[in-house]
């Protein structure tokens, strides 16, 4: 697919606006896709056994690997968020001039697709489907209706709330945030020195553990109770730690190859251990919430921290070869990235049927459905790029 894209046109986090291309910010990337896909892709294993309870059968070893591949595909959202402060701090433009660019190339794809999304089930009544395709294309759909009544509902909530019809769309409301924050924040970036930013980085890494201490020691900490939610490391915590991260690791890690796997792989190995581990330990449990199940897999954790620092030390190392055609590939991808992520829940049920017809083994249902909803995805915006030009960033950024 021979396309000549515009970089500057789609989203930091999932294809970066540069002057100088970074190849192995293409390929971490890829790498950050590839987990993200397998995260949803597990999601009709996960679904399977929930809905068990209503009746169904559930087969344990497609629930174990759903688990394992799972606890692996955390570091997904944080390695996005990384390479947006490799790329974006500092931003080197006004606020407003950062905001007229970046806001809208993400809101009017999000409202577009979020419209779609939640006016799926009503066309699939209109072609005569019977309501089970709902649960079928969207795994976490809090009901089967196809009314356009319930549709026009979750239409009306999306300036302050998504539906799990649509539930990766969780990510855009974050990723406007961050946009709107960045100008801010970049400012100090700009002036901090080392020292301050691994102070910030330090205080951060503390907050990462709030969400086991607020569930192992204390409800209520460090200020928090019935009346107040922001905390002492409240103006710390959350995803501008990562960006941070990102461009720290960036601009004062140079280490050697020796140095990289000794610091890596002992992270990764320990931090999927403590995931895989503690959301097993969860899920174990008799009676457990929903914040509980969420507890060792969410992305402000040190286990995922740990996974994630891996990742991005590991595959920032790598020399991608100029002369072939994996760097043209690889651009390409980051073209395509925003819309990928706009439409790919639309082939999750896909990737999951083909694995199921094919009989593949367990371990290798998520990973086979990942790249198949890649491919398609892909080829999707590919030619939707092709077909609209320089309109198609109304579509899919």
């Given at each position: 697919?021979?396309?000549?894209?515009?970089q500057?046109?789609?989203?930091?986090?999932?294809?970066?606006?540069?002057?100088s291309?970074?190849a192995?910010c293409?390929?971490?990337?890829?790498?950050?896709?590839?987990l993200?896909?397998?995260?949803?892709?597990?999601d009709?294993?996960?679904?399977?056994?929930?809905y068990?309870?209503?009746?169904?059968g559930?087969?344990?070893?497609l629930?174990?690997?759903?688990?394992?591949w799972?606890?692996?595909?955390r570091?997904?959202?944080?390695?996005?968020?990384?390479?947006?402060?490799?790329?974006s701090?500092?931003?080197?433009k006004?606020?407003?001039?950062f905001y007229?660019r970046r806001?809208?190339?993400?809101?009017?794809?999000?409202?577009?697709?979020?419209?779609?999304?939640?006016?799926?089930?009503?066309?699939t009544?209109?072609?005569?489907?019977d309501?089970s395709?709902?649960?079928?294309l969207?795994?976490w759909?809090?009901?089967d209706?196809?009314?356009?009544?319930d549709?026009?509902?979750?239409?009306?909530?999306i300036p302050?709330?998504?539906?799990?019809?649509?539930?990766?769309?969780?990510?855009?409301?974050?990723l406007?945030g961050?946009y709107l924050?960045?100008?801010?924040?970049?400012?100090?970036v700009?002036?901090?020195s080392?020292?301050e930013k691994e102070?910030?980085?330090?205080?951060?890494?503390?907050?990462?553990?709030?969400?086991?201490f607020?569930?192992?020691?204390?409800?209520?900490?460090?200020?928090?109770c019935e009346w107040?939610?922001?905390?002492?490391?409240?103006?710390?915590?959350g995803?501008?730690?990562?960006?941070l991260l990102?461009?720290y690791?960036?601009?004062?890690?140079?280490?050697s190859?020796r140095k990289?796997?000794?610091?890596?792989?002992?992270?990764l190995?320990?931090?999927?251990a403590?995931t895989?581990?503690g959301?097993?330990h969860?899920?174990?449990?008799?009676?457990?919430?929903?914040?509980?199940?969420?507890l060792f897999?969410?992305?402000?954790?040190?286990?995922?921290?740990?996974?994630?620092?891996?990742?991005?030390?590991i595959?920032?190392r790598v020399e991608i070869?100029?002369?072939s055609k994996?760097?043209?590939?690889l651009?390409?991808?980051?073209?395509c990235?925003f819309?990928?992520y706009?439409?790919?829940?639309?082939?999750?049920?896909?990737?999951?049927?083909?694995?199921?017809?094919?009989?593949?083994p367990?371990?290798?249902?998520?990973?086979?459905?990942a790249?198949?909803?890649?491919?398609?995805?892909w080829?999707?915006v590919?030619?939707?790029?092709?077909?609209?030009?320089?309109?198609?960033?109304?579509l899919?950024?």
């Open positions: 697919m021979k396309t000549n894209f515009n500057g046109n789609t989203a930091d986090m999932l294809g970066a606006e540069s002057q291309r970074l192995w293409d390929a971490m990337r890829l790498l950050a896709f590839f993200l896909l397998c995260c949803h892709a597990a009709p294993f996960y679904a399977s056994a929930a068990a309870s209503a009746g169904g559930v087969d344990a070893e629930v174990l690997w759903g688990t394992r799972g606890s692996f595909s570091p997904c959202v944080p390695l996005f968020v990384m390479l947006t402060g490799v790329l701090l500092p931003i080197g006004s606020m407003g001039n007229k806001i809208p190339r993400v809101l009017i794809p999000f409202l577009i697709w979020s419209v779609l999304y939640y006016l799926t089930p009503w066309f009544g209109l072609l005569g489907m309501s395709i709902v649960h079928k969207f795994s759909a809090e009901t209706s196809q009314s356009l009544a549709g026009m509902r979750n239409v009306m909530r302050y709330a998504f539906s799990f019809i649509a539930c990766h769309m969780w990510y855009i409301y974050m406007i961050l924050y960045l100008p801010i924040f970049s400012a100090w700009e002036r901090a080392k020292r102070v910030f980085l330090l205080i951060w890494g503390i907050s990462t553990t709030l969400s086991y607020t569930e192992y020691v204390s409800k209520y900490c460090f200020g928090t107040n939610s922001y905390g002492l490391f409240y103006y710390f915590a995803f501008s730690g990562y960006m990102g461009h690791i960036q601009h004062y890690v140079k280490w190859w990289t796997l000794l610091v890596a792989i002992p992270l190995v320990g931090g999927y403590i895989h581990w959301y097993s969860i899920m174990a449990l008799p009676e457990k919430t929903p914040e509980q199940i969420e897999w969410t992305y402000c954790t040190p286990n995922v921290v740990m996974m994630t620092v891996a990742w991005f030390l595959v920032r070869p100029q002369k994996v760097p043209v590939w651009a390409h991808l980051t073209a990235g819309g990928i706009m439409v790919h829940y639309y082939f999750v049920f896909l990737g999951y049927d083909l694995g199921a017809m094919l009989h593949l367990a371990p290798l249902r998520i990973p086979f459905s790249i198949v909803i890649l491919i398609c995805s080829l999707l590919g030619l939707v790029h092709k077909a609209m030009g320089r309109y198609s960033k109304f899919i950024g």
